[in-house]
């Protein structure tokens, strides 16, 4: 079955140290994103990437990192220099964002819940 | 720039009521408008979406029309069932001249809760 994994489901952390939450997608879509959700609130978007090595900072970029070395992959790293980081985070895809994707429909991966202790 | 509003919850149903969600939106152009729901501890799964003004999206008993008069995507189910307590997203895809179109702008999201 085509769709998106994130791991771990729940990640613990103790302040001072980096954490990478991990997205992997099996629909061949050239787009990405990674998102966080604090409680009452809506998605935040954090970071995006149209292509292959390259990506594009969003909203609330401070303090993450991410890398697309392959189509399949997006990785978010949490730095120490993320002052709250406690939050659920959500990956997605969807098809190219520019000509093709005309109805940018996103897909959703299950979530990773990062804790700080 | 591109904002959903959508209202606040959460809102209590008894099974087989009628339920709104009210969604308005500010956007440049002619964005792109989805519904999402989120069940608890999960991610998003899209519900419907609307891509022009007029158009109604449909999915599992839930409607919603793009109003661009009125800059809304209200969503409605005529009878909800237990099974549908979740949150529920508007979300909006900015248009296609401008340099949002490819990301989701999100409304804070609708608690409902159905009770037997």
């Known amino acids: 079955d085509g769709g998106i994994t994130q791991s771990p489901k729940y990640l613990f952390r103790k302040e001072g140290q980096n954490v990478t939450l991990s997205c992997e997608q099996n629909?061949?879509?050239?787009?990405m994103y990674w998102y966080r959700q604090d409680p009452g609130q809506g998605l935040r978007l954090i970071y995006y990437s149209q292509i292959v090595n390259d990506f594009q900072k969003g909203d609330i970029a401070e303090g993450y990192s991410v890398s697309r070395e392959k189509k399949e992959s997006f990785p978010l790293t949490v730095t120490s220099a993320q002052k709250n980081p406690t939050a659920f985070y959500l990956c997605?895809?969807?098809?190219?964002?520019?000509?093709?994707?005309?109805?940018?429909?996103?897909?959703f991966g299950p979530g990773t819940r990062l804790t700080v202790l | 720039g591109n904002s959903v509003t959508q209202m606040e919850g959460p809102v209590t149903l008894s099974e087989e009521a009628f339920l709104t969600i009210n969604c308005t939106y500010t956007a440049t152009g002619y964005p792109s408008l989805f519904w999402y729901v989120q069940y608890p501890g999960e991610g998003l799964q899209l519900l419907l979406k609307?891509?022009?003004?007029?158009d109604k999206g449909s999915n599992k008993g839930f409607e919603a029309t793009y109003r661009k008069e009125t800059t809304s995507f209200h969503l409605e189910k005529g009878s909800v069932q237990v099974s549908d307590s979740a949150v529920y997203f508007c979300a909006l895809s900015g248009a296609m001249t401008t340099d949002s179109w490819g990301k989701l702008q999100f409304g804070a999201g609708t608690q409902v809760v159905v009770t037997p």
């Open positions: 629909l061949n879509h050239d787009a």
């Open positions: 609307a891509t022009k003004a007029d």
């Open positions: 997605a895809s969807s098809e190219q964002a520019s000509a093709g994707g005309r109805y940018n429909e996103q897909f």
